[in-house]
């Protein structure tokens, strides 16, 4: 029987859809510029950083000139906009309060910025039912590293073995891997496609268990 004391949640594409939006926000302005968005560099940031493939300085490359300020401006605005338009991904919300009724600790590890992170949490009522969220401000490398997990483990006082990484991308998998924990993996469109095999649980939506049912499954999948 498994003994887990904490839930550890990624923020990008499993808490919220932004993965879709953010990806959408570009495509549209490669096409505008009649260039291909190759998906199989795209993937490369999702869960991570543009350290992997960064949009902006592809897309100028292939151009051979720099982006007018005005179309990074616009599509910043775009993202936010289709982000905005975004619901609470199904069974997030249920499950952070089926934890804190049941007394685990409620974290999140995210390799996003913390302005991003905590202006959507406290937006979507999140926030204040969080008990540790470590973005990329706090650690040196974001995902696939395991710094992030690291950090809100040892942020919440739980050991990695007691802990559980709900993600929806390869490169957060990994990085909760990496750190010890047990990992769930609940794809969206962006990452459905991707390699999640080095989960130890691959769910369709966090709405498809109650938390009991989620412990039971991983303790049937050691
Ligand atoms: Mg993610």
Same mark, same amino acid.
């Given at each position: 029987?498994?003994?887990?004391?904490?839930?550890?949640?990624?923020?990008?594409?499993?808490?919220?859809?932004?993965?879709?939006?953010?990806?959408?926000?570009?495509?549209?302005?490669?096409?505008?510029?009649?260039?291909?968005?190759?998906?199989?560099?795209?993937?490369?940031?999702?869960?991570?950083?543009?350290?992997?493939?960064?949009?902006?300085?592809?897309?100028?490359?292939?151009?051979?000139?720099?982006?007018?300020?005005?179309?990074?401006?616009?599509?910043?605005?775009?993202?936010?906009?289709?982000?905005?338009?975004?619901?609470?991904?199904?069974?997030?919300?249920?499950?952070?309060?089926?934890?804190?009724?049941?007394?685990?600790?409620?974290?999140?590890?995210?390799?996003?910025?913390? +302005?991003?992170?905590?202006?959507?949490?406290?937006?979507?009522?999140?926030?204040?039912?969080? +008990?540790?969220?470590?973005?990329?401000?706090?650690?040196?490398?974001?995902?696939?590293?395991?710094?992030?997990?690291?950090? *809100?483990?040892?942020?919440?006082? *739980?050991?990695?073995?007691?802990? *559980?990484?709900?993600?929806?991308?390869?490169?957060?998998?990994?990085?909760?891997? =990496?750190?010890?924990?047990?990992?769930?993996?609940?794809?969206?469109?962006?990452?459905?496609?991707?390699?999640?095999?080095?989960?130890?649980? =691959?769910?369709?939506?966090?709405?498809?268990?109650?938390?009991?049912?989620?412990?039971?499954?991983?303790? +049937?999948?050691?």
């Amino acid at each position: 029987m498994l003994l887990i004391r904490a839930l550890i949640f990624d923020f990008d594409g499993l808490i919220l859809d932004t993965e879709g939006p953010i990806y959408h926000s570009w495509l549209e302005v490669y096409e505008a510029h009649g260039v291909a968005l190759p998906f199989e560099l795209w993937v490369k940031t999702v869960g991570s950083s543009n350290q992997a493939f960064h949009p902006q300085h592809h897309l100028e490359a292939q151009l051979g000139r720099p982006l007018a300020q005005e179309v990074i401006d616009r599509r910043v605005d775009r993202r936010v906009e289709l982000v905005l338009a975004q619901p609470l991904l199904p069974g997030v919300a249920g499950l952070v309060d089926e934890a804190r009724a049941a007394r685990l600790k409620v974290g999140v590890a995210s390799s996003s910025s913390r +302005d991003w992170v905590n202006g959507h949490l406290g937006r979507l009522g999140l926030l204040d039912r969080c +008990d540790c969220i470590r973005c990329r401000d706090d650690v040196e490398h974001v995902k696939p590293e395991p710094d992030l997990y690291l950090a *809100v483990i040892d942020c919440l006082g *739980v050991p990695a073995t007691e802990a *559980v990484a709900i993600e929806d991308s390869p490169n957060g998998i990994a990085a909760a891997k =990496r750190a010890g924990l047990l990992c769930v993996a609940i794809p969206n469109p962006i990452t459905a496609g991707l390699d999640l095999g080095a989960a130890d649980l =691959r769910l369709g939506s966090l709405a498809e268990v109650t938390l009991q049912q989620l412990l039971d499954r991983l303790s +049937d999948n050691p």
